[in-house]
T-cell receptor
Framework: NAGVTQTPKFQVLKTGQSMTLQCAQD?????MSWYRQDPGMGLRLIHY???????DQGEVPNGYNVSRSTTEDFPLRLLSAAPSQTSVYFC???????????????FGPGTRLTVL | GENVEQHPSTLSVQEGDSAVIKCTYS??????FPWYKQELGKRPQLIID?????GEKKDQRIAVTLNKTAKHFSLHITETQPEDSAVYFC????????????FGDGTTLTVKP
C-alpha cells in the first residue's frame, strides 16, 4: 500500500491564482481530512469528509473548497490564492472501527505552498 | 469549540533523562487524545493515544496519563534518546473521531547526547 499520497510536494502561486492540491489513499478509509500547519502552530482542520459525496467544514474553511467523488480521492481547491494561505498542507485519512470510532489518522507527506 | 493548550513549547533534556509534555483541553465531551511525533520536514505520526475510559497507557518508553476531572493529559518519555528529538503534538476529539481533532501548538523536544 502507498498509504496517503499528496501532490505536488511544493508549489508557488501568485496572489489570485487558483489550484488544486491532490490527495489519495489506498487503504479504503472512509474518513479524510485536510489540515494546514503554520510555523509554531499545530494543525488546523480545513475540511473533512466521512465518505464519498459527504463533506463538511472544519475550523478554517474560508478560501478552500473540497469534493469527494470517490473513497480514494479528496482534492482541496484554492479558489483565489492569498499570501495568508502560505502554509504546509497535510491530508489525512482514518478508518472507522465498530465500537471505537475513527482511530489513528494516517497523514500524507504534505504540500508546501507559497503564495506571493 | 475545543481549545487545546500544550506546554512547554520547547524542552531540552540530556540523553537518558525523562521528558514530560502536558496538555489541557476545554471541552468535557472530548474522549480521544492522541499524541503525534513530527520530525523535521516529515509528516505527523501517531505514537500513542488514550481514550477517556482509561487513565494511563504505556508503550515501552512512552506513556500517556489522562485526568478527565482536571481536563489534562500528559506524555511521558523515559530514557530519552537523540532520535526522540522532534516536535510532539497533542490533540483532542469528541466521539472518538480522530479526523476532527483539535491540536495543541506543539513541543519541540531536543535530546542532547
Amino acid at each position: 500500500n502507498a498509504g496517503v499520497t499528496q501532490t505536488p510536494k511544493f508549489q508557488v502561486l501568485k496572489t489570485g491564482q487558483s489550484m488544486t492540491l491532490q490527495c489519495a489513499q489506498d487503504m479504503n478509509h472512509e474518513y479524510m481530512s485536510w489540515y494546514r500547519q503554520d510555523p509554531g502552530m499545530g494543525l488546523r482542520l480545513i475540511h473533512y469528509s466521512v465518505g464519498a459525496g459527504i463533506t463538511d467544514q472544519g475550523e478554517v474553511p474560508n478560501g478552500y473548497n473540497v469534493s469527494r467523488s470517490t473513497t480514494e480521492d479528496f482534492p482541496l481547491r484554492l479558489l483565489s490564492a492569498a499570501p495568508s494561505q502560505t502554509s504546509v498542507y497535510f491530508c489525512a485519512s482514518s478508518l472507522y472501527s465498530l465500537g471505537q470510532g475513527y482511530n489513528e489518522q494516517f497523514f500524507g507527506p504534505g504540500t508546501r505552498l507559497t503564495v506571493l | 469549540g475545543e481549545n487545546v493548550e500544550q506546554h512547554p513549547s520547547t524542552l531540552s533534556v540530556q540523553e537518558g533523562d525523562s521528558a514530560v509534555i502536558k496538555c489541557t483541553y476545554s471541552d468535557s465531551a472530548s474522549n480521544y487524545f492522541p499524541w503525534y511525533k513530527q520530525e523535521l520536514g516529515k509528516r505527523p505520526q501517531l505514537i500513542i493515544d488514550i481514550r477517556s475510559n482509561v487513565g494511563e497507557k504505556k508503550d515501552q518508553r512512552i506513556a500517556v496519563t489522562l485526568n478527565k476531572t482536571a481536563k489534562h493529559f500528559s506524555l511521558h518519555i523515559t530514557e530519552t534518546q537523540p532520535e526522540d528529538s522532534a516536535v510532539y503534538f497533542c490533540a483532542a476529539s469528541k466521539n472518538t473521531n480522530a479526523g476532527k481533532s483539535t491540536f495543541g501548538d506543539g513541543t519541540t523536544l531536543t535530546v542532547k547526547p
